[in-house]
């Protein structure tokens, strides 16, 4: 099993800034893609952004040129640098972690809430 547990949501105002971040514990061998998704009131679940263990990152079109995701495997963490926010930004931001290819986990959640 891999624990993952998320830190850094807040409430910020449009145009600020926040930095999430995931730490992934337990079996964690075998870990290849990590990422963010996001899940507002009343929709999908989206994705957000993702990076492979050798550095290969992916985005939404939605967040291009303003979050930046990076990652520690020598720590087993992943972070999400969110600049220029917008309200709808808004929405719960989960961890997942891929293992093997074939095996997904998901973290609880981080609120974050982009609100003047």
């Known amino acids: 099993q891999v624990q993952l547990v998320e830190s850094g949501g807040g409430l910020v105002q449009p145009g600020g800034s926040l930095r999430l971040s995931c730490a992934a514990s337990?079996?964690?061998?075998?870990?290849?893609?990590m990422g963010w998704y996001r899940q507002a009131p009343g929709k999908q679940r989206e994705l957000v952004s993702t990076?492979?263990?050798?550095?290969?990152?992916n985005y939404a079109d939605s967040v291009k040129g303003r979050f930046t995701i990076s990652r520690d495997n020598a720590k087993n963490t992943v972070s999400l640098q969110m600049n220029s926010l917008k309200p709808d930004d808004t929405a719960i931001y989960l961890c997942k972690a891929v293992k093997y290819v074939i095996y997904t986990y998901w973290g609880q959640g981080t609120q974050v809430t982009v609100s003047s």
């Open positions: 337990g079996s964690i061998s075998g870990i290849d893609v």
């Open positions: 990076i492979t263990t050798s550095g290969t990152t």
